[in-house]
């Protein structure tokens, strides 16, 4: 499976975007999706799953209420849809996929390139 995420950019504190992950593979609806990102100097941090169906979810603390994780089987597509942003959320965010449900970053086996989302205050 090969990942493409897209849809970061420069957004004010308290707006929106949305993130899309595009994989190639006839595969892609038997994995669990998940989103990760990185802020400059710390360490990757999980962000939200989604199992193989779209039936469960999950977030980390500081997203939740705000993030909400999707999937469309049809189009190989996982999004991450983001609303009040806060500048806090400034990172590289990344698309990866699990055999399983999965929050560590250890449990996915493949990961996208990364996409630059930077809240300004």
């Known amino acids: 499976v090969q990942l493409q995420a897209s849809g970061g950019g420069l957004v004010q504190a308290g707006g929106s975007l949305r993130l899309s992950c595009a994989a190639s593979?006839?595969?892609?609806?038997?994995?669990?999706m998940g989103w990760f990102r990185q802020a400059p100097g710390k360490e990757r941090e999980f962000v939200a799953a989604i199992s193989w169906s779209g039936g469960a979810t999950y977030y980390a603390d500081p997203v939740k209420g705000r993030f909400t994780i999707s999937r469309d089987n049809a189009k190989n597509t996982v999004y991450l849809q983001m609303n009040s942003l806060k500048p806090e959320d400034t990172a590289v965010y990344y698309c990866?996929?699990?055999?399983?449900?999965?929050?560590?970053?250890?449990?996915?086996?493949?990961w996208g390139q990364g996409t630059l989302v930077t809240v300004s205050s």
């Open positions: 593979g006839r595969t892609f609806s038997t994995y669990g």
């Open positions: 990866a996929g699990s055999g399983g449900f999965a929050t560590k970053a250890r449990s996915y086996d493949y």
